[in-house]
């Protein structure tokens, strides 16, 4: 099983244009093969715009 921590969470979104909204992000994630917890956390961030990787890390990793 793959981890969720942030190293995964910058290889999972990596090449993601800022700001991005939830659907990118995980279209983002599932074209650079992130494992299915990793796509699971991030398609159930709040559907707002995310203006960077920090962004997007403080929502999946405190619960934001």
Do not use: C, W
């Not at 969720?4 to 700001?19: D, E, F, H, S, V």
């Amino acid at each position: 099983m793959a981890e969720t921590n942030p190293i995964a969470l910058q290889k999972a979104l990596k090449g993601a244009p800022y700001p991005s909204d939830r659907d990118k992000l995980v279209e983002v994630a599932k074209k650079n093969k992130a494992g299915r917890d990793m796509v699971d956390k991030i398609s159930h961030l709040d559907a707002k715009t995310y203006d960077s990787p920090a962004d997007v890390q403080k929502a999946v990793f405190r619960g934001e």
